[in-house]
């Protein structure tokens, strides 16, 4: 199942190894630790966007667009990111050893999983995008382990793992329904107004997010946010960040946070009213999750 190669990189001890598990799913092991500071020039050459999942395995390194946005990645982190016609530079300090393992997804992988809403809202946008980062869990680093010994895994354990990781990762990103012809309209200025919604869910959960506020934000009416939110992504505007931050929240309780503090993290302002809407979503008080 798919193909595997090495390509060894300029640089005592430093390589690449990628493996295709399925059509526009790759699987790259990296190992740098170079004599001097590396500025290496990466370039994404695919005709649509390519999403990059990065677990950072050790040491830190950053990738510089050509228009200055940038991303880092460091050790015990997991980096959600879309590039679109892509030109930059992966910086690695010298001396340093720096390991991570990347899932790539790209053309037919991303119109499987993701559908064509959320492919042409990834493609309207040109350069880097930073879509998620947070601590790599413990169950996340549990299903690592074939990916990074392949030679002790059979292809199918690894096909597997890496789907498991990639359905967690990007679920957040997929529409849960796609428009008929006898459903709401919505036009491609809608569909970019509506994702920018989904994005600040995403990064303004601690706030007090109310419809009125993300309507007037992206410029759309109560009405037809309301319903063009649920038509796009299959539930409604409440029920959507209401899972994002129960699932936000697992993850800083898996990472060593306390209740209250995950609690104030995703919007609640009493810790009590969040253990009760946590027990609800998972069956279990914040209380019981244990550190990964």
């Keep these: ?79 959600l990111a879309a590039f679109a016609h892509t030109r930059g530079e992966r910086h690695f300090r010298a001396e340093t050893a720096v390991r991570q393992l990347r899932l790539v997804l790209n053309g037919n992988a991303l119109s499987r999983y993701l559908g064509e809403a959320a492919m042409t809202h990834l493609a309207s946008r040109k350069g880097i995008r930073l879509l998620g980062e947070h601590p790599t869990t413990a169950w996340c680093r549990t299903l690592l382990h074939p990916l990074l010994s392949p030679e002790a895994a059979t292809p199918v354990d690894r096909h597997i793992a890496a789907l498991t990781l990639a359905a967690e ?81 697992r993850t800083l309780l898996q990472s060593g946070c306390q209740v209250a503090q995950a609690a104030y993290a995703v919007g609640y302002r009493h810790p009590a009213s969040f253990s009760a809407a946590f027990a609800r979503y998972f069956g279990q008080v914040p209380k019981s999750v244990s550190p990964g």
């Design 169 to 249: 990762h990007l679920r957040p990103l997929m529409p849960a329904s796609v428009p008929s012809t006898s459903s709401l309209r919505l036009s491609a200025a809608d569909v970019e107004k509506l994702s920018r919604a989904r994005d600040l869910m995403h990064t303004q959960m601690d706030r007090a997010l109310t419809i009125p506020y993300l309507s007037v934000t992206v410029g759309l009416n109560e009405c037809k946010f309301k319903q063009g939110f649920r038509e796009l992504y299959g539930a409604t505007p409440h029920q959507f960040l209401f899972e994002l931050r129960m699932r936000r929240a």
């Design 1 to 79: 199942m798919g193909t595997t190669g090495r390509l060894p990189i300029s640089g005592n001890g430093c390589w690449i190894d990628r493996a295709t598990l399925d059509d526009g799913l790759t699987v790259v092991r990296s190992h740098y630790q170079p004599t001097r500071d590396l500025a290496e020039a990466s370039t994404q050459n695919e005709a649509g966007p390519t999403l990059v999942i990065t677990y950072g395995l050790s040491g830190e390194s950053g990738f510089v667009a050509e228009d200055g946005a940038s991303l880092r990645f460091g050790a015990g982190r997991t980096t």
